[in-house]
Each structure stands twice: as structure tokens, then as C-alpha cells.
């Protein structure tokens, strides 16, 4: 049918095809309108139309809110291109040191020059007379600056009530971070619930609930946002903690309730609220960023880094905290449960690093 000549009846009430048909958008200077009883009603339809269309152009034309994860890529890129434009020359002691553990990219750079300046501030002048020793201690000191440190959710569930989850990518040791807070905060005499929303991986479930039962704790399951809200709304347990699967957290998973506002600061029982991203000591420059886009969603606190047992040169540290730039909180070595966790700080930071050796270190 030709809209041109739709009945009233069909004016007052446009079929879908009408409104949609090409010739509805046409400009009206491309071809003269018949004049009929309803040409009037039509041509102001066809003026509403129009202007509906430019409104709905103009929509899709405006920038859209920026996502999280874009800003979140965008200040990662913006600090590594200054960073690189402030990159040590090769030759230079310190940068050397900092290659031989394994650190990479903008951590690297930013280690380089925090050395430097602490180099300058202490000595100024006397720059052949250092020591090897004396240019460890100001990486050292460097990491102090570049990696910052927050008390862990294991200290803090000793001060209060607390809400712990922990992401990150698959396999990094997110439930058996769990599970050793869990079992601290029992042995603190804390009533613990656990909480899994890892409806992904076969058997994940069925992990998390195992150590539950082992430590006499509270378990539930969330499938779903909605789930997971009304758990925490109702779990009155002293610490609740909270485990996801290993993928990167889309709007609309269970994992993203973790970032919304109404989980800060409203919890009923003024629980604080303490997102873990969890990374493992080995992880490299390149994915740091990326690991913290695929989580920004879920708003992380502090970083727990995994696995320093596996590694000889724990360069993550550094990669990890340079990406994102989050404060360390917690450090796990190894796959005992609960002894392989520690509370972060500056001196450990600094000797995973750049162990206080006497000399500089050197590739392992
Ligand atoms: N060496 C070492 N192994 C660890 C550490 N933490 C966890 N693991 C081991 O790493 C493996 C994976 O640990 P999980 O806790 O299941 O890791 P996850 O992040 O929950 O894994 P997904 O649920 O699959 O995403 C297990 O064999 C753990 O025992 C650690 O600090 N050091
Ligand atoms: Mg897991």
C-alpha cells in the first residue's frame, strides 16, 4: 500500500509499514504532494515523523557515556606513552636491574625514574661513587613509590564487619584465597558465610562448599545479580566472602552487583566492602591492562598477588600495580590452606623485587 494515500482512518492510527516506508523520510522538496482531504494531516505527520527520525540521528551520533573499561584502558595507555617518553637509557644500572627481574613496560620506566630521582635527592653530585648495594636500595625504595599497600581484608575482618569478593582470571587461586581468608577469619572466631556465583566452571560450586562445610561456614550459591543481592541482604554473618568465575565480568553478570552503588556504603550492617583482584606474580606488562579492564567492572579495592611461589622474578607485582593502580592488600605463596597468605607491605613488596641481596640483583 502507498502511504501517500493511506485512508483517514489509517492517518489517525499509522499502520508500522506506513511509518516506516521510505517515502515517509522523503524531503519535501524531492516531489509535489497531491492535495486531498487528508494531505494536510498528512504532511504533519510526515513533519513529526521527520523530526523523530533527526532526533533518533542525532542520539546515535552523541557520544555514548564512556564505559569504565575504555577510561580505564585510556589512563593504562596515557601513563605508559609518558612513561616510555621517559624511558631510561639502556647502559644505566638501574634499568639494567629492573630488566633482569623480569620487569617490563611502563612499571619498568616508572621504577627507572623513581630510582633516579631518589638517587639524585640523596647524593646529588656523586653519581660514580654508588655502590651496587646502595643503587638496590633505591629500587627498593622506588617500588615503595610505585607499589602501594593497603591492609588486608584479613586485618580488617578483624575490625568489623566485612563483604570480601575476590576476581580475576580463571585459575589464578580466587577460591583458595577464599578459603584461607575464610579460615582466618574462623579462627578469629568470626562467623563466615562463603558465597560462590562461579556457575561456569563444572564443579566450582561444589569447591567452595566443600571448605565451607570443612570450617563450619555458611554457603550459598548465586546464579544471578538479584540472587547475589538478596543473599548479602540477608546473610547477617560477621564476614561474608564472596568467589566468581574466572570471566571477565560483562554488564549484567552476577559479578557486576560487586561495582554498583548501592552495595557501597548501603549495606545494612555498615559491612565494608573490600573487592580482591586477584593476579598471579608471573603476569606480564601487556596483560596487566587488560586483566584490569576485564574486571573494573566490579570496582576492585586492592590486588591479591597469587602464585609468588612459582616464580623466582615476581615482576606482576609491579605490572599489576602500574595498570591499575591499585594498592597490594594481599600476597598468597603457595596452596596451603590457610598458611599460604600474608598481609602485604612495603619490605616484602620490596624483596620479592629486588631482594636485599648487598649486591644488584641479578636474573635468576
Ligand atoms: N603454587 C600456588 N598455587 C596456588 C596458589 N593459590 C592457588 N593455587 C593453586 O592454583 C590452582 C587454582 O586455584 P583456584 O583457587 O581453584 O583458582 P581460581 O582462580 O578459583 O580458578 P577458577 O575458579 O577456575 O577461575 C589450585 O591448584 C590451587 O591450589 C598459590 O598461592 N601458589
Ligand atoms: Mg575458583
Redesign the pocket.
Known amino acids: 500500500m502507498n502511504p501517500r494515500y493511506v485512508s483517514r482512518e489509517n492517518v489517525s492510527k499509522p499502520k508500522p509499514e506506513a511509518l516506516f516506508a521510505a517515502e515517509v523520510y522523503r524531503d519535501e522538496d524531492e516531489q509535489p504532494e497531491p492535495r486531498d482531504a487528508t494531505s494536510d494531516e498528512i504532511a504533519q505527520l510526515r513533519t513529526e515523523l521527520r523530526g523523530e527520525a533527526r532526533a533518533l540521528r542525532l542520539a546515535l551520533a552523541r557520544p555514548a557515556k564512556v564505559p569504565a573499561e575504555l577510561l580505564a584502558e585510556l589512563s593504562t595507555l596515557r601513563a605508559e606513552v609518558s612513561e616510555l617518553l621517559a624511558a631510561p637509557k639502556r647502559g644505566d644500572a638501574a634499568a639494567a636491574a629492573i630488566r633482569a627481574r623480569g620487569i617490563e613496560g611502563g612499571a619498568a620506566s616508572t621504577l627507572a625514574r623513581l630510582a633516579k630521582e631518589s638517587d639524585k635527592a640523596s647524593a646529588p653530585g656523586k653519581a660514580k661513587a654508588r655502590s651496587a648495594a646502595s643503587s638496590n636500595d633505591r629500587l627498593r625504595a622506588a617500588c615503595a613509590s610505585l607499589v602501594r599497600v593497603a591492609p588486608s581484608p584479613q586485618t580488617l575482618a578483624h575490625e568489623g564487619r566485612t563483604l570480601i569478593a575476590l576476581v580475576?582470571p580463571?585459575?589464578?587461586?580466587?577460591?583458595?584465597?577464599a578459603a584461607k581468608l575464610a579460615a582466618h577469619a574462623r579462627m578469629a572466631r568470626k562467623t563466615v558465610a562463603l558465597v560462590s556465583c562461579?556457575a561456569f566452571?563444572v564443579g566450582?560450586m561444589d569447591?567452595l562448599g566443600k571448605y565451607a562445610e570443612l570450617m563450619d561456614a555458611r554457603f550459598h550459591t548465586a546464579t544471578s545479580s538479584d540472587e547475589l543481592a538478596e543473599i548479602l541482604r540477608g546473610e547477617d554473618a560477621d564476614v561474608i566472602i564472596v568467589?566468581t568465575?574466572?570471566r571477565a565480568v560483562e554488564p549484567g553478570a552476577t559479578e557486576a552487583l560487586l561495582g554498583a552503588a548501592e552495595l557501597r556504603g548501603a549495606d545494612r550492617l555498615g559491612r565494608r566492602v573490600e573487592v580482591l583482584l586477584?593476579v598471579p606474580a608471573s603476569l606480564r606488562a601487556a596483560d596487566a591492562a587488560r586483566v584490569h579492564r576485564d574486571f573494573v567492572a566490579t570496582k576492585p579495592t586492592a590486588l591479591a598477588i597469587?602464585?609468588?611461589?612459582?616464580t623466582d622474578a615476581p615482576a606482576g607485582i609491579a605490572h599489576a600495580a602500574f595498570a591499575t593502580r591499585l594498592p597490594v592488600s594481599t600476597l598468597?605463596?603457595?596452596?596451603r590452606v590457610p598458611e599460604?597468605i600474608a598481609e602485604a607491605s612495603a619490605e616484602a613488596i620490596a624483596d620479592y623485587l629486588f631482594p636485599a641481596s648487598g649486591e644488584a640483583p641479578t636474573s635468576r
Open positions: 580475576g580463571a585459575g589464578v587461586g580466587k577460591t583458595t584465597t562461579d566452571r566450582a569447591q568467589d568465575s574466572g586477584c597469587t602464585k609468588l611461589d612459582e598468597t605463596a603457595g596452596q599460604d
